[in-house]
């Protein structure tokens, strides 16, 4: 079996090691019908998951509150293979995320589909959630990072994240230091999800908004960036212009009210 990660911590944490490991955890998944999924990766430039330098260091799951799973990627002290790696995307790609009877759901979904796509797995099929989107129909004011949320409904999470800090880089970060991250990352996200899902819950119409609207407009924004979409230019200048002379008038009324 894996060996836990021991600290003080909200969140089992057992490190994947070995590939019969993976194919267990992905049983249970497939058991429960549960995958709350997170990536961590090396430090994003202003090209992301298309930069050629981009890595996805580590996969952490979790199906159940209060513990999480973290299989090392192309992490410097991965204990897999390159092609083991690979072989983990595709095990992941044809048993979980393209499997309509398992739930995924994340924080960002939309941006760990994009890591996924970005090793030759795009297909994403069944029910989706995000806790990013979930969070703005809930609570609009407020910011909507998990970091900033979440401590508010479950206080022991509060600063998860000071373990990995002081390593100069994502991609210097031990890989122990980063599972444990990862799978409390994940645990929390789960248990965010329930959270906000009974939140939304007591406002009928909030969460039909959410299941019928936003989440199926995530998932076209997502192919949409994915494989780019055409734009006329005539129509972007005309409504460019319009925003102008709309941004023009907000400015006059606000000027009337010093």
Not at 94 to 114: F, T
Request: aromatic share 12%.
């Amino acid at each position: 079996e894996g060996s836990n990660v021991e600290r003080e911590s909200p969140t089992k944490v057992t490190l994947i090691t070995t590939i019969p490991e993976v194919e267990q955890l992905i049983e249970y998944v497939k058991q429960t019908g549960e995958c709350c999924f997170d990536f961590e990766n090396t430090k994003l430039t202003d090209m992301g998951v298309y930069d050629p330098n981009f890595k996805a260091t580590l996969l952490s799951v979790s199906f159940q509150h209060g513990s999480a799973y973290s299989i090392p990627l192309f992490h410097f002290e991965t204990p897999f293979t390159e092609k083991e790696v690979l072989s983990i995307f595709k095990m992941f790609s044809e048993e979980v995320w393209a499997n309509p009877k398992i739930r995924k759901l994340n924080q960002n979904i939309k941006y760990d589909m994009h890591v996924a796509a970005r090793y030759g797995y795009p297909i994403f099929r069944g029910r989706l959630d995000s806790t990013m989107v979930m969070h703005s129909l809930v609570d609009d004011l407020s910011k909507h990072g998990i970091k900033e949320w979440l401590p508010e409904m479950f206080p022991q999470f509060k600063g998860w994240e000071l373990g990995i800090q002081g390593y100069g880089g994502w991609d210097k970060i031990p890989l122990r230091q980063l599972s444990e991250y990862g799978g409390v990352d994940t645990d929390a996200a789960f248990r965010g999800f329930t959270a906000l899902e009974q939140k939304l819950l007591t406002d009928i119409r909030s969460y039909r908004l959410y299941r019928n609207l936003s989440m199926f407009a995530l998932t076209t924004l997502y192919n949409m960036e994915r494989r780019g979409m055409l734009l006329g230019r005539g129509e972007i200048t005309t409504y460019e212009a319009r925003a102008v002379e709309l941004l023009h008038q907000q400015a006059a009324i606000m000027n009337k009210y010093p």
